[in-house]
């Protein structure tokens, strides 16, 4: 059972929005610790996708963006792209117990 | 460009032990903490361990402390994790990844391949 909670699954059709969220607690994303954004595609390892709350790397296309506001955080994706279906995670630092990173329990985006 | 390449996995029967080791390049190993997460196969990502750029220090995630030790050799630009005792819920991709800075501890900006570990009799 992670820690942070992403819904299984999102879809939309090209060009639409769509947002994944994150909800974590008072022990990770609440106590103030950063959120970042990994994409999986298909047979590949992650990439990191935004780094702490909304930067992005460079390459990065800028209809990737991120948001935190409490104990949640989202990543939304504008004008999704065919090459946008993948596997997303985010990923934050958690105090509870030994303390650790954790990552969401990752979220398929799939586009129609 | 930052290069991490994963080595070593393979099928161990449960009980075993086995190493997986990371050969980095591309950028100065010694300045960077380097991690290893696991992903079993359909699942998600789970973080395994960490080491400090100078190896000085060493954290655990809880499922494989007392099971698993990272060590690193900065003058071959390696990372290494050995993991004993081996368990079926061990089997994964185990990647590893560079460590960045963030205030609130590390995100991982370079990835490996992965290389797949099967723990079965």
């Known amino acids: 059972q992670s820690l942070l909670t992403q819904p299984p699954s999102v879809s939309g059709a090209p060009g639409q929005r769509v947002t994944i969220s994150c909800t974590g607690s008072?022990?990770?994303?609440?106590?103030?610790?950063?959120v970042h954004w990994y994409q999986q595609l298909p047979g590949t390892a992650p990439k990191l996708l935004i780094y702490?709350?909304?930067n992005r790397p460079s390459g990065v296309p800028d209809r990737f963006s991120a948001s935190k506001s409490g104990t949640s955080a989202s990543l939304a994706i504008t004008g999704l792209q065919p090459e946008d279906e993948a596997d997303y995670y985010c990923?934050?630092?958690?105090?509870?117990?030994?303390?650790?990173?954790?990552f969401g329990s990752g979220t398929k985006v799939t586009v129609l | 460009q930052v290069h991490l390449v994963e080595s070593g996995g393979g099928v161990v029967q449960p009980g075993r032990s086995l190493r997986v080791s990371c050969a980095a390049s591309g950028f100065i190993f010694s300045n960077y903490a380097m991690h290893w997460v696991r992903q079993a196969p359909g699942k998600g990502l789970e973080w395994v361990a960490v080491i400090w750029h100078d190896g000085s220090g060493t954290y655990y995630g809880h499922s494989v402390k007392g099971r698993f030790t990272i060590s690193r050799d900065n003058s071959k630009n390696t990372v290494s994790l050995q993991m004993d005792s081996l368990r079926g819920d061990d089997t994964a991709f185990y990647y590893c990844?560079?460590?960045?800075?963030?205030?609130?501890?590390?995100?991982?900006?370079?990835w490996g391949q992965g290389t797949l570990v099967t723990v079965s009799s």
């Open positions: 990923q934050s630092f958690d105090n509870s117990l030994s303390g650790s990173s954790v």
């Open positions: 990844a560079r460590g960045a800075y963030g205030e609130s501890g590390d995100y991982y900006d370079s």
């Open positions: 702490t709350n909304n």
């Open positions: 008072s022990s990770n994303i609440g106590a103030g610790y950063d």
